[in-house]
């Protein structure tokens, strides 16, 4: 499907408004508010009804008006384009002949939306699952549900088995039922669960006991004693330390300030007389060298130049040459076909097309109007006419009015498979029209390439003679031009060395200049830190004896195993009351098992047919799909794998790799890391739906997709953003893009101004 114009009258903040779409990138711009989303709704409105449009009908028009009505100009096929008119209460869709003239295909609201979900195979939640993402919605497909996805993509795959699938499970029912009676949980068994019962909860009842005593025993046990006062035999020692540690810090600062002082007078030596050195003189014949050097590259390169452009031209001459009998090959390999006979054939072939789609129409018309008699047969009810002899029901015979009913049903009937043939017929038609079609391209496509294959080379050759007669001398200018440059560098290599010698020279001058400052901040430090070292160890209490250490250590030794034998009677109490709570808690769950198993077992008897039923309609349904389905299915769900996983390489640049879908949950690889889609960031959810979405409707249509986005990069970052929007302008037939980032515009086919 291809979206050619658009047209709207009083539409919400859209208002009057006339637009064309192209192929490619149609990017829909404008200032917040002035109705770009509305455009969309719009389109979704004239396709599907005021139903598609969010909010009450009364708020469709243009504030102040009352009418709204949307113009939809859009093409199935090369040949196939409908016009569709939809107002707040009517609805019209004609088709668009090529000889300029009209024919109504439907007429009414309901009317024109069936036909519009035939023809394009689409209901509404359709369209907004496949071809429309709305603001905000772009991640919505991962949260489709995977029931609802699959059942979707199973429908536009083409599998249409299960119908079949529920006859045979019907027709089975009554056997399946005769065995539920067989899965009844016996009474003997019921007893033996009722006596597990009852004895768990005399099991339940002992562990109660056990456990109240335990926590009362545990309430008696002593507390533990008082801790300790005054300084521990670890601040003692502490103490003890620091006055050690003290003393070593200030030989330690001594020691430092004699190493400072050595060092200082070693820097100084090392200066001596020494003085810089000037290098200018060498630097300015290095740039005389330099300019030299530019002169004869900017020679070479343009010289290089002329080269490479010879090269190009004569691969791109060996390039067009292949193209031009390949041309010629394939013009060869389809003279077998005639352009005016295939022509002929299409014209007869849309003619049988247009004189089916009437016979349809008029006998779909019969059909409603046998439709209308046979109800009323059914439906009449006293004092009621008969539709056929227009007399009252009172003066019918009952049988008489029964054999009416019945003859106007057998009549419904027979004109609905007649309208069924004819529409086999027209599929039929339809096909072979595509066909004749697409070898009449074929062959065209292939003459106009042979006839440019042909011209481009031609073109190419005459272009390349004066490339060849100019560069005969090119290659001796050359090598010249190189052997200057070669004994340029040479001589620029020496006065390059000397500025380095004097420039180490000076350098290392200044790195000795500045260890002596250094040094002399150093020594100072050190002497600061050794003044301090001497106040830190006068401002120190005496340290503790060793008697006075011992004694401590004792208290605490007794303290501790006094807190250890307490300790260890709690330990065993409160082991007792977890042990007494445990088995409480597993006689409670026993309790609790064998009642539910009671329980279950009584709701198995009540219910046992349905479950049985059930389950062995799902094991049929299983057993099928995985037969006849599930290969199928897998290819299609491997497509659509294939494509979101190269759609979302390029929106993220390879940061996400690729998307999996595994039972029904997608998946995303990161840096070779797979996780669920939930665990994604807004912005990651967005890039991924968008994906998936694109991915699906490639899958399922093709190169022809339509793609309609509305924000779909917001909350990404800019690059992502980029990426995003370059991937959509080449991923379907035509997309219809909604972007607030006006760097988006450089990459669009056609750009739509709105208000």
């Known amino acids: 499907m291809k979206l050619l114009s658009a047209t709207t009258e009083n539409f919400k903040k859209l208002g009057t408004f006339t637009t064309q779409f192209k192929s490619g990138l149609n990017l829909i711009a404008g200032d917040n508010a002035r109705g770009k989303s509305s455009l969309l709704e719009a389109i979704k409105m004239a396709l599907f009804g005021v139903a598609a449009v969010p909010g009450k009908k009364e708020a469709i028009p243009t504030w102040g008006q009352t009418k709204a009505s949307v113009t939809l100009v859009f093409q199935i096929s090369e040949h196939e384009v409908y016009t569709l008119v939809r107002t707040l209460t009517t609805a019209k869709l004609t088709k668009n002949n090529i000889d300029g003239t009209n024919d109504l295909k439907a007429n009414g609201h309901t009317p024109v939306t069936l036909f519009i979900e035939q023809l394009t195979g689409l209901t509404l939640k359709d369209w907004e699952l496949f071809i429309q993402s709305s603001q905000g919605s772009a991640a919505g497909i991962l949260t489709f549900g995977a029931a609802a996805l699959n059942k979707k993509v199973e429908e536009f795959a083409g599998v249409d088995l299960i119908d079949k699938i529920q006859t045979l499970a019907q027709q089975r029912a009554g056997t399946i039922g005769a065995r539920a009676e ?302 200057q440059l070669e004994a340029l560098r040479n001589d620029f290599a020496e006065k390059r060395s000397a500025i380095r010698t004097c420039q180490a020279n000076n350098t290392q001058l200044d790195d000795d200049i500045k260890q002596v400052s250094r040094m002399e901040a150093e020594l100072e430090l050190c002497e600061d830190h050794l003044a301090d070292a001497n106040k830190a160890l006068e401002d120190l209490p005496d340290a503790a004896e060793d008697a006075e250490i011992l004694a401590a250590e004792q208290r605490e030794a007794k303290y501790q195993q006094d807190k250890h034998d307490q300790q260890m009677a709690a330990n065993t109490l409160n082991h007792a009351v977890s042990a007494a709570v445990s088995a409480h808690s597993q006689a409670v769950a026993v309790v609790k098992r064998t009642g539910e198993a009671l329980d279950a077992a009584h709701a198995t008897n009540k219910a046992a047919e349905d479950d049985v039923a059930e389950a062995k309609r799902c094991d049929r349904l299983v057993r099928f799909l995985r037969e006849r389905r599930q290969s199928y299915l897998k290819e299609v769900w491997d497509t659509i794998g294939a494509l979101s996983s190269n759609l979302v390489r390029k929106s993220s640049s390879n940061s996400i790799s690729r998307i999996d879908n595994r039972e029904g949950e997608f998946f995303y690889e990161e840096e070779g890391n797979l996780a669920p889609t939930i665990s994604a960031s807004g912005a990651q959810k967005a890039l991924i739906g968008t994906s998936l979405r694109m991915g699906l409707s490639r899958a399922l249509y093709g190169g022809d997709a339509l793609m309609i986005f509305d924000e779909p990069t917001e909350g990404c970052t800019e690059f992502n953003a980029s990426n995003m929007v370059a991937t959509l302008a080449t991923s379907a037939r035509q997309v219809l893009l909604i972007t607030h980032r006006e760097n988006d515009q450089a990459l669009a086919q056609h750009i739509i101004n709105v208000g």
Not at 249 to 264: C, F, G, H, I, T
Not at 302 to 319: G, S
Not at 391 to 417: F, G, I, M, S
């Open 182 to 483: 067989a899965k009844l949980v016996p009474e003997e068994r019921l007893a033996e669960l009722r006596e597990e019962s009852n004895a768990s909860l005399d099991q339940l009842q002992v562990a109660q006991e056990a456990r109240k005593a335990a926590e009362e025993a545990l309430a008696a046990c002593p507390a533990p004693p008082a801790p300790l006062e005054g300084p521990t035999a670890a601040d003692l020692r502490k103490s003890q330390r620091a006055v050690d540690t003290a003393s070593v810090d200030v030989d330690k600062a001594e020691a430092s300030v004699n190493n400072a002082k050595q060092r200082l007078e070693d820097a100084r030596s090392r200066i001596g007389d020494r003085k810089h050195q000037d290098s200018a003189t060498l630097n300015e014949e290095l740039d005389q060298l330099e300019a030299k050097g530019v002169a004869l590259n900017a020679r070479g390169s343009t010289l290089r130049e002329n080269e490479y452009a010879q090269e190009k031209q004569e691969d791109r001459l060996a390039v067009l040459l292949k193209k031009r009998d390949s041309a010629a090959a394939e013009l060869v390999a389809l003279e077998t076909l005639s352009v005016a006979d295939m022509s002929t054939e299409l014209a007869a072939v849309e003619d049988y097309i247009v004189s089916t789609k009437a016979d349809i129409s008029r006998e779909q018309e019969a059909v409603g109007a046998k439709l209308n008699t046979y109800d009323s047969l059914q439906k009449m009810a006293a004092g009621a006419t008969c539709p056929t002899c227009k007399r009252a029901k009172e003066d019918h015979d009952p049988e008489t009015l029964a054999a009416e009913a019945a003859a106007a049903k057998e009549q419904v009937e027979t004109a609905q498979r007649y309208v069924a043939k004819l529409q086999d017929d027209l599929k039929v038609f339809e096909s072979s029209a595509g066909r004749l079609q697409k070898q009449i391209d074929q062959r065209t496509q292939a003459e106009a390439l042979a006839l440019s294959s042909k011209e481009s080379y031609d073109e190419a050759l005459a272009g390349l003679l004066p490339i060849r007669e100019a560069n005969v001398n090119l290659r001796a200018d050359l090598d010249k031009v190189m052997e």
